[in-house]
Nanobody, 122 residues
Framework: QVQVVESGGGLVQAGGSLRLSCAAS????????IGWFRQVPGKEREFVAA?????NYADSVKDRFTISRDNAKNTVYLKMNSLKPEDTAVYYC??????????????????WGQGTQVTVSS
């Protein structure tokens, strides 16, 4: 069983930045694919970014968000710049214990964190 824990959410003004962290348990973390998703009430969970041996991003966040990983710390980061009010959501981290590149569906992931709220004020 892999445990996933997000942190780093909060309230920020439009144009500001936040960095989310996702810590996952397991001795083979370096071979995990980690994805970030977000969800607002009444809408489906939306893909944001993922990292395996490479990265991929939703078009809505490309050039503003950066996903990275520190395998020594079993942690993936999501640096969010130039935040907009429409980025407001609960952000979830998800993991699968192998490397895949194009994993943009929630059903591609086996383990999920509890989520962290990001609120961007206008």
């Amino acid at each position: 069983q892999v445990q996933v824990v997000e942190s780093g959410g909060g309230l920020v003004q439009a144009g500001g930045s936040l960095r989310l962290s996702c810590a996952a348990s397991g001795r083979t973390f370096r071979s995990y694919t980690i994805g970030w998703f977000r969800q607002v009430p009444g809408k489906e969970r939306e893909f944001v970014a993922a990292i395996s041996w490479s990265t991929n991003y939703a078009d809505s966040v490309k050039d503003r968000f950066t996903i990275s990983r520190d395998n020594a710390k079993n942690t993936v980061y999501l640096k969010m710049n130039s935040l907009k009010p429409e980025d407001t959501a609960v952000y979830y981290c998800a993991a699968r214990t192998d490397f895949l590149l194009l994993v943009r569906s929630p059903s591609d992931y086996n383990y999920w964190g509890q989520g962290t709220q990001v609120t961007v004020s206008s």
